[in-house]
C-alpha cells in the first residue's frame, strides 16, 4: 500500500455528504479517504431490560437503503463507501493494520454510554497504533461549544428556559460546503458487501398502502421530501396548523427517520426554512419547525448531562415509582389489544408500518405508564425495536416525560383516551382505518364501543370479548366524554376532512409573534411527549412539552 495519508471517516449516525465535517476534514489532511459503516453485531441483539430486538425491521430496511444511497453518492463523486460486518473499534484496528498508511481516524461524537463505548475502544485501537483521532460535533442545530452555559452540568432542566438563552445568545453555525469531488480510496481496498435483511436474521416487511411514512431512506430520498414539503406543496406553510394529524403523508414534515439516521442535517433545515421565510412567507408554523428542532437538541444535550440516568427506572428526578411489569397488558399494549379503539389503532399503525404520529405516540405512552401504570421502559424499548425513526436521546427523553420521572416541572400529567380520540379523530375515520372490526360502527361512537348497546353491536357485527376486546381498564375521567359526540366534521374543528386536525391554540407560539414580551399567558397545550396542562407563564415559559413524534423526536 502507499505510504500517503489516508483518513478513516468512521460513519455511524451521520449518513449524507452534506453538511458533513467529516469529509471536509479528510478532504484537507488526506490523499486518500475511508468512508467506513459497520454493520455493529451489538445494533442486532436484544434490548437492555425486555430483550426485545434491538434493531426492527422497519429501522433496518431504512438503514440499508441509506447506505445504498450513499453509496452511490460517494461513487459519483470519486470515492465509495467501505461497508464491513463487526464492531467498529476492531474493524477500524484490522484496517489501520491493513493499510499502514492511515494517519487519522475522525467520527461524529455521540452522547450515550453504548456509542460512547465504541468511542473509547476506536481511541484506545488508535492510541496503540500511535494514530490521531479526531472527533466532530455535527447531529445537532446548535454546536455544543456555542451553548450558552459554562459547562454542560449547567444545562437548564426545562425546556423553555434551554430555548430562550439558546435563542437570543447563540447563533446556528453554517453548514460545511458539499465538495465537488472527494479523496479516492487507498488503492486495492475492497469496498465490502452491503448485507441484505436476511443476513441480519430480519423479514422485509410488507409494503403497506395505508402507511402515513411511505419512504424510502438516504441522504438523496431527505432532499427530495424537504423539495416537496417546503418548496413544491407550501406544506411548511401549515405545518402548525396540520402536524397533529393521523392520516396521509403530509401533515407533518416527516424528517424524522432522515434526521435519526443523519441524512439529513438540522442546519440544512434551518437554512431551509430561513430560505423559505425570505422568499415565500414567514409565520408560526415556519418558526415551529425550527422550534422542534430546538427540542431534539434538548433532548440530546440532557442526555450528556445526565449519562445513564436517562434509562434507568428512576429517571433524572430519582423518583421511585410503583410500576408494574404485567406481560399480559403489556401484550395487549403492544399488539393493539387493549380495547380501547383509539390505542389499538395506534399501536396496530405501529407494528403495520414503523411509525406512528406525534399525537399517537403522546397517548399510547400516557395510556402504558397512566391508566395501566406498567415501567415506562417497557415501552420505550418496545419503540426502541418498530420506530423507522428511533433516536435514542428522543426517545427516552420523551418516555421519561410521560412516565413523569423526565424534564417536566410538573408531575401527573394524563391523556383522556377518549376525550383525544373525539377531539383528533371526531369521525374515527383513523380507528376504522386500522380497526376494522370496528368498520361497521358509526362516527364517533366507534370510540367507545363498550358503552353501546348490545343492539347496537349486533348491528355493527361486533361481539365484545370476541370479535373485539372488552377494554382491559377504564379510566374513570372517560366518562365525561364517553357519551358525547364530537361535534362538526372536522377533527378539532378544521376546515377539511379529519385527517387536518384543527391545533389547540399554541399560545407560546402566538406570543413569540406578539408585540410584548412581558405579559402573562395562560395556555392548554398538548406536550410533544404526552399530555394536557394548564400553564400560566411569564413569556412562553412552558412550552415545556416535548415532540413525541416531530422533528425532535418522535414523528414529524
Not at 437503503?65 to 467501505?82: A, F
Not at 410500576?323 to 383509539?342: H, I, N, Y
Request: proline share 6%.
Amino acid at each position: 500500500m502507499s505510504a500517503s495519508r489516508t483518513i478513516i471517516c468512521l460513519l455511524r449516525n451521520d449518513l449524507r455528504l452534506h453538511d458533513n465535517e467529516l469529509f471536509h476534514f479528510a478532504e484537507k489532511h488526506a490523499d486518500h479517504m475511508v468512508p467506513l459503516y459497520c454493520f455493529d453485531p451489538r445494533h442486532y441483539v436484544g434490548t437492555h431490560n425486555f430483550k426485545l430486538p434491538k434493531t426492527g425491521p422497519f429501522r433496518l430496511r431504512f438503514l440499508l437503503e441509506s447506505i445504498q444511497d450513499l453509496r452511490k453518492t460517494l461513487v459519483n463523486k470519486g470515492s465509495n463507501l467501505v461497508v464491513r460486518r463487526g464492531k467498529p473499534e476492531e474493524v477500524v484496528s484490522e484496517l489501520i493494520q491493513q493499510l499502514g498508511s492511515v494517519s487519522a481516524v475522525v467520527f461524529q461524537q455521540e452522547v450515550t454510554s453504548e456509542e460512547l463505548a465504541v468511542e473509547k475502544g476506536v481511541k484506545e485501537a488508535c492510541a496503540g497504533m500511535k494514530v490521531k483521532v479526531h472527533t466532530c460535533w455535527g447531529s445537532t442545530l446548535y454546536h455544543l461549544d456555542d451553548l450558552p452555559f459554562q459547562h454542560i452540568t449547567r444545562l437548564p432542566d426545562v425546556y423553555t428556559q434551554f430555548r430562550k438563552e439558546v435563542e437570543s445568545r447563540s447563533q446556528v453555525r453554517p453548514e460545511f460546503p458539499t465538495p465537488d469531488r472527494l479523496k479516492p480510496l487507498p488503492q486495492g481496498l475492497q469496498e465490502g458487501v452491503i448485507p441484505s435483511m436476511a443476513d441480519l436474521q430480519q423479514t422485509e416487511p410488507a409494503k403497506e398502502p395505508r402507511s402515513a411514512f411511505p419512504c424510502a431512506g438516504g441522504e438523496s430520498q431527505a432532499a427530495l421530501r424537504l423539495q416537496h414539503y417546503f418548496w413544491d406543496t407550501d406544506a411548511v406553510a401549515s405545518y402548525k396548523e396540520t402536524r397533529n394529524g393521523l392520516i396521509g403523508v403530509d401533515y407533518s414534515t416527516k424528517f424524522a427517520p432522515w434526521l435519526a439516521m443523519g441524512c439529513l442535517s438540522a442546519r440544512y433545515i434551518y437554512q431551509q426554512v430561513r430560505r423559505y421565510e425570505r422568499e415565500r412567507t414567514a409565520n408560526q408554523s415556519t418558526y415551529w419547525v425550527i422550534f422542534e428542532l430546538l427540542w431534539r437538541d434538548y433532548f440530546k444535550f440532557v442526555a450528556l448531562k445526565y449519562g445513564n440516568r436517562l434509562f434507568q427506572v428512576q429517571g433524572l428526578q430519582d423518583k421511585s415509582l410503583p410500576w408494574k411489569q404485567d406481560v399480559g397488558l403489556f401484550s395487549a399494549w403492544k399488539e393493539g389489544r387493549t380495547g380501547v379503539p383509539f390505542v389499538d389503532a395506534n399501536m396496530r399503525e405501529l407494528a403495520a408500518t414503523g411509525f406512528m404520529s406525534n399525537r399517537g405516540r403522546q397517548n399510547v405512552a400516557s395510556f402504558l405508564t397512566k391508566d395501566l401504570g406498567l415501567d415506562w421502559r417497557m415501552g420505550a424499548e418496545f419503540f426502541e425495536y418498530l420506530l423507522v425513526d428511533h433516536d435514542v436521546c428522543s426517545n427516552y427523553g420523551n418516555w421519561l416525560y410521560s412516565a413523569g420521572v423526565g424534564n417536566d416541572p410538573r408531575e401527573n400529567r394524563k391523556f383522556n383516551m377518549i376525550k383525544q380520540g373525539l377531539d383528533y379523530d371526531p369521525n374515527g375515520d383513523y380507528v376504522r382505518l386500522w380497526v376494522p372490526e370496528l368498520q361497521k360502527i358509526p362516527g364517533s361512537d366507534v370510540h367507545t364501543p363498550w358503552t353501546l348497546s348490545t343492539a347496537a353491536l349486533a348491528h355493527a357485527d361486533v361481539s365484545l370479548g370476541r370479535t373485539y376486546p372488552s377494554p382491559v381498564v377504564v379510566a374513570p375521567e372517560w366518562s365525561r366524554h364517553a357519551n358525547k359526540r364530537a361535534g362538526g366534521g372536522a377533527a378539532r374543528g378544521t376546515k377539511g376532512p379529519s385527517h387536518t386536525p384543527r391545533q389547540r391554540r399554541d399560545r407560546g407560539v402566538d406570543f413569540y409573534f406578539s408585540r410584548s414580551k412581558n405579559l402573562e399567558i395562560q395556555f392548554f397545550s398538548f406536550l410533544p411527549g404526552s399530555f394536557l396542562f394548564v400553564f400560566t407563564t411569564a413569556a412562553i415559559d412552558s412550552l415545556n412539552n416535548p415532540p413525541f413524534a416531530t422533528l425532535a423526536a418522535w414523528a414529524h
